[in-house]
């Protein structure tokens, strides 16, 4: 799959369903149910994590930091510029300052920050469009992509499940 910065729905749902497996193999782990992938401008996967904050004991082992973490040494760079991250669920404050500061062009959402937070999962009362908002985040989000899979996966997983 190769393009030059505009993927078709087909493609971001192929792409979520990659985020969401990803996200699966966690749970399967004891993590919690969060999953994200880095394209790159290209369309090439060049990243991909769950959470591992249970396993690892580090409050800042989330998916999308992991993903983001993976992609700058898999591109030999500390910015991603024109890449697309795609997460299951919005992300968190910290996650889309890592997103921003890394220059991510495209942020891809599943869940929104208002399920996260039915399923137990701390948002800090500020979602992915806000925070754009109130910073000079420059990447575009898009989505919610495949919303009701990714609901299903935090709702049959909330906080305090293993």
Known sequence: MRFPLCPTVSDLDH??????????????EGESPFGAVVFNQSGRQIAAAHNRVRSTGEPSAHA???????ACVAEG????EGSWLVTTG???PMCAAIACLTRVGHVVIGARADSIKKA?????????SAFIGFTSATFALHGPIL????NALLLNHPKGES
């Open 64 to 70: 999308v930091v992991l993903a983001i973490n993976q």
């Open 120 to 128: 137990g999962y701390e948002t800090l009362n500020l979602d992915a």
């Open 77 to 80: 760079r500390l910015t991603l």
């Open 147 to 150: 919303e009701r899979e990714c």
């Open 90 to 92: 919005e992300p968190c």
């Open 15 to 28: 792409w979520m369903r990659l985020s969401i497996e990803i996200a699966a193999e966690g749970v399967a």
